[in-house]
Structures are given as structure tokens and as C-alpha cells.
């Protein structure tokens, strides 16, 4: 009689807790290998590659391209946006903006090394895009990638302007500074899509 129950009672449990464990199969989500820091998003989270992905930030991009934001302006949109100024000052890297800030007024340091007051803000790129990078590390976002110097670097200003081009998957560069140390330091910095004729190789 007791072993009739107990079986019973087994039986009813285990009814009961086979929902809750396909549930829970159901929403768990399996950990990604992060080549940290290059490959990690503003959030913590590595960002979802692929063609889809990118293909809907540049359709994004597109349609957002005649809507800028003006300087002061809450921002609605959440994303990385660059400065425009006046006679087509554009700022030298990106600025990741949160959904209820204010654009930036201040002074943006523009691709020359030269300062400017900001008249509008451009969505150029998604909040979980990785922006900045090791060199030598993979690279994770094609584009166009310009070189963080510190300015305690020797020859600081022999590198200070220089950009390249690189796809997604390839090797960021070596600036080869003549320091381990230094190179270490140094980050490769995203500053826009390839093609942008505002920051062609040079």
C-alpha cells in the first residue's frame, strides 16, 4: 500500500516539474566565447555578427542619414553618432549616445586635431557595435578604423592620422611604435562604414 503511494506521488512530481524544465531549456541561452576586449559590445554583451546584422544597421543608417540630430536635441534614437559641423566638419570618431540625453553642444575634436562646435549629430552606427580594438586583434566591425595614439608616444604626431581600411574577421595592424609597451597602449578606434568619403585612407 505504501509503495503504491510513493509511486504515485513520484509520478505526479515529476508531471509537475516537466513543464518547468522545458521552460527553462527553452530561454537558456548558451554562453559565446569573447575575445575580450576586442570583441565585446558597450554593454557587456558580444555583439550578434552576421550578414543580417549588418545589413540591418546599414538599412538603418541609410534611412536615418537625412534625419540628423540637432546639437541640444534629445536623442530618440539610440546608437554611435558622429558630429557635423559647418563647411563639413565632421568629428574624428564616433560618440555612443543613450535614448533620452541631450545631443552634445560642446566643442568635438574634429579629424584634423581641430575643435568644433557641433550643429548636428549623424547615426552612423547600432549601441551593441564594438568601436574600439587592440592592434593585431581580429577585427571585429568592417570599416574604417583610425589610430588612438597616447600623446606621451614618441613621434605621437607621425601616427596621429592615420586611418585604415579593414573587413571584419581580418587582423587590425601593427603601428610598430618601436615599444612594446607603447603598442600595447595604442587602440584602433571605428569611425565609420568603408566608402565614406569623409574618411578615406590617406
Known amino acids: ?24 531549456a527553452a530561454t537558456d541561452t548558451p554562453h559565446r566565447a569573447v575575445d575580450y576586449p576586442s570583441q565585446i559590445g558597450p554593454s557587456g554583451v558580444a555583439p550578434h555578427d552576421g550578414t543580417d546584422a549588418t545589413t540591418a544597421e546599414a538599412n538603418k543608417r ?25 563647411d563639413g566638419k565632421t568629428g574624428r570618431s ?11 553642444t560642446q566643442k568635438q575634436l ?24 587592440h592592434m593585431g586583434s581580429t577585427c571585429p566591425k568592417s570599416g574604417q578604423w583610425f589610430a588612438d595614439v597616447p600623446v606621451d608616444v614618441p613621434n605621437f604626431k607621425h ?23 607603447d603598442d600595447a597602449r595604442v587602440r ?7 566608402g565614406d568619403h569623409k574618411h578615406a585612407l590617406r
Not at 62 to 86: F, K, N, S
Open 110 to 133: 574634429g579629424e584634423r586635431g581641430r575643435y568644433f562646435a557641433p550643429k548636428h549629430w549623424q547615426w552612423v552606427a547600432d549601441t551593441q557595435s564594438v568601436t574600439r580594438a
Open 188 to 194: 584602433w578606434v571605428w569611425i565609420g562604414p568603408a
Open 94 to 104: 564616433v560618440t555612443l549616445l543613450s535614448a533620452g540625453a541631450k545631443a552634445p
Open 62 to 86: 541609410a534611412a536615418l542619414m537625412h534625419q540628423p540630430l540637432t546639437a541640444g536635441a534629445t536623442v530618440v534614437e539610440p546608437g554611435y553618432y558622429r558630429a557635423i559641423g559647418d
Open 1 to 24: 500500500m505504501k509503495e503504491n503511494f510513493s509511486l504515485r506521488m513520484t509520478a505526479m512530481t515529476l508531471a509537475l516539474l516537466a513543464p518547468l524544465a522545458m521552460a527553462y
Open 159 to 181: 601616427y596621429q592620422d592615420v586611418v585604415v581600411t579593414c573587413q571584419s574577421g581580418a587582423s587590425l595592424p601593427h603601428l610598430n611604435t618601436g615599444d612594446p609597451f
